[in-house]
């Protein structure tokens, strides 16, 4: 079966400090990968997203990025963390090119930005 | 920007059913209407989809309206376990899947 994992669960980052949070995706092949966030009290903004190694769409000109180096790992950086960018950031995968395919969200990963 | 509009809360009481409605009057012939649920601190939970014809599954029936325009989620019997913000989408396989704001159920005991 298919499992989603993402780390750190949480993290508290001074404000300039970097970010690397971490997705990756078993039991499936070449899934569509996407990073998204919740602000506190939002809805989920979506960040990036991607179709394959290599490819990531920005939904959201900001100083975060990500990057996919292998077919089944997400991750989503930052060189300088703002205090806006704290939030729940939520990494999710579905089947490509099936039109029916549902999302499946990680467990998320709280970032707090002091 | 998300194409669908729901109210931004709603109240149920225990044990009644919870109508949740979505509009998406500008959906296309191709596009899929999607329910996802997110209790707090959690990642949201696919409920149910659906095309034209209503859906209905273990969690949820799905009433979409014959033009499309617009369709209601039921919960037939909501428990506490329901409180959570609802999400309607609508999605043509395109791979980018953007929610919008959802609607906060409270279910009153």
């Known amino acids: 079966s298919q499992t989603i994992h993402q780390w750190p669960a949480t993290l508290v980052q001074p404000v300039g400090s970097p970010l690397s949070l971490e997705c990756t995706v078993e039991?499936?092949?070449?899934?569509?990968l996407y990073w998204y966030r919740q602000a506190a009290g939002r809805g989920l903004q979506l960040l990036f997203y991607s179709v394959g190694i290599g490819q990531i769409s920005s939904e959201v000109p900001q100083n975060l990025s990500a990057s996919r180096p292998q077919d089944r790992q997400f991750i989503l950086s930052s060189k300088k963390l703002l205090l806006s960018d704290s939030g729940f950031y939520l990494c999710?995968?579905?089947?490509?090119?099936?039109?029916?395919?549902?999302?499946?969200f990680g467990e998320g990963s709280r970032l707090t930005v002091l | 920007d998300a194409k669908t509009t729901q109210p931004p809360s709603m109240d149920c009481a225990e044990g009644r059913a919870a109508n949740l409605p979505c509009n998406h009057s500008?959906?296309?012939?191709?596009?899929?209407v999607y329910w996802y649920r997110q209790i707090h601190s959690q990642g949201p939970q696919y409920i149910i989809h659906?095309?034209?014809n209503n859906e209905t599954n273990e969690m949820a029936s799905l009433i979409i309206t014959e033009d499309r325009k617009s369709s209601t989620l039921i919960l037939p019997h909501a428990t506490l376990r329901d409180t959570a913000v609802y999400y309607c989408?609508?999605?043509?396989?395109?791979?980018?899947?953007?929610f919008g704001k959802g609607t906060r159920l409270h279910i009153l005991p």
């Open positions: 039991g499936t092949s070449n899934p569509n």
């Open positions: 500008t959906i296309s012939g191709n596009e899929y």
């Open positions: 659906g095309l034209k």
């Open positions: 989408i609508v999605r043509a396989g395109d791979d980018k899947i953007i």
């Open positions: 999710a995968w579905s089947v490509p090119g099936v039109r029916t395919g549902e999302l499946f």
